[in-house]
């Protein structure tokens, strides 16, 4: 490929893919969205900062040939879609269609409006309306949300209306984690069952799913979820198949035709149910080392095979389902208290398990930390690789009772 890719924002795993494009010598440019943190790579042919200069950046791109805009992270998804389809670009996700995928109540009504089950919802700008919403409803928890925001910020599961006003209150008219002021809310019916991840790569509108994990997850009161840890799902089970081909018809109905995505789905007793669709690759917790001996692949690895070579992708790749080489799991690293981190005892231990991988992002002792409450910055993560389930499956749950004893960090409480 002799044309360049803009990558928009490559923060979070937009690093590991603008490093993957040009480690293979593709040239790429960065648009900064979010100047509020710093990509790590240092090989772009030129930084442009948008600052709202679409038309300006347009034809910076249009100079130097791009031939591809793609997000690196959420905040820059809707900038992405917006620059390709001003460069009039072919191979994108229309910017006409951008809220079917950002906004959180448009994805459901577009799943309505083809059929697929949905979740019942309802948004408005005003507190008592939300209120009354959920009073009329009549049926608890329920879930409130920014419309449009990433990771879990803000999302709240509320066990009474009373819940329902603070978060409300709390949320409406603040600005959110990806820089928008929360004008409207959404209200929604709360899914109960087992969340996976099934993350994907689609071009002209074929889907392959690259991974599908199955959540463990623990109630974090006045929040949503801790995310714990999660497992490697075999893409040819039954539950597999049914994850599979649900997300491709709300990808289909959405109008995610190119790209990756990142997709969150819960499977009730009466079938899968999307969450929401994230037009990017799956989160920090891609661990190149640790994914490459499951699946011979990541899911940035393939995003750039895609862009270099669709035709390959569309006529040998979505045609299989992806095949584990070996059982993987990661356990996501939680703090238990606020403090100052003095020690991380917890290593060895992990160190000592049969299925014992590797570590990354573990934090620097002596550090402040707080607890954790969210998805954002999360101290760190352990994978765990095994060819034998079963000791995969043990190893997993002899970590998960480490953290939940809180054996893992040493921190110690100033007050």
Known sequence: MNNIIAIVDALSTGNELAQEFINRGVKCVHIVNDSSR??????????????????????????????????GSDSGVELAEK????????????????????????????????????????KSTSVDELINWAQEHNSFPLVVKPLNSGASDGVTICDSLDDVKRAVVALLGKKNLLGYINHELLVQEFIEGTQYFVNTLSWNGKVYVTDIWEQVRSRCPGKAYLFEGMLLCDSSSTTGQLLSEY??????????????????????????????????LMGASIDEESFIKALGYTQVSMCVDMYLDPETFINKTVTSAYQLNAHLAEVSLLFKKDGQLTGIPGIPMIEELTSFSNFSGLPETGIEVTITVDTIGLP?????????????????????????????FDIQNNN
């Open 38 to 71: 710093k990509t790590r790579v240092a090989g772009f042919i030129e930084t442009i900062d948008c600052q709202g200069n679409e038309e300006e950046v347009v034809a910076e791109l249009a100079r130097l040939n791009v031939s591809h805009v793609i997000a």
């Open 83 to 122: 620059l390709a389809s001003m460069l009039g670009l072919a191979e994108t996700n229309h910017a006409s269609t951008t809220e079917l995928r950002r906004n959180k109540f448009c994805t459901h009504q577009a799943l309505a409006s083809q059929n697929i089950r949905a979740i019942k919802q309802f």
């Open 247 to 280: 997300t491709c018809d709300a990808l289909a109905a959405i109008e995610l035709q190119y790209g990756p995505a990142h997709n969150e789905v819960i499977l009730t007793k009466s079938g899968p149910v999307l969450i929401e669709s994230n037009a990017r």
């Open 380 to 408: 760190g993560f352990v994978y765990l690789v095994n060819s034998d389930s079963n000791q995969l499956l043990s190893d997993f749950s002899t970590l998960l009772k480490y953290q939940r004893d809180d054996l893992i």
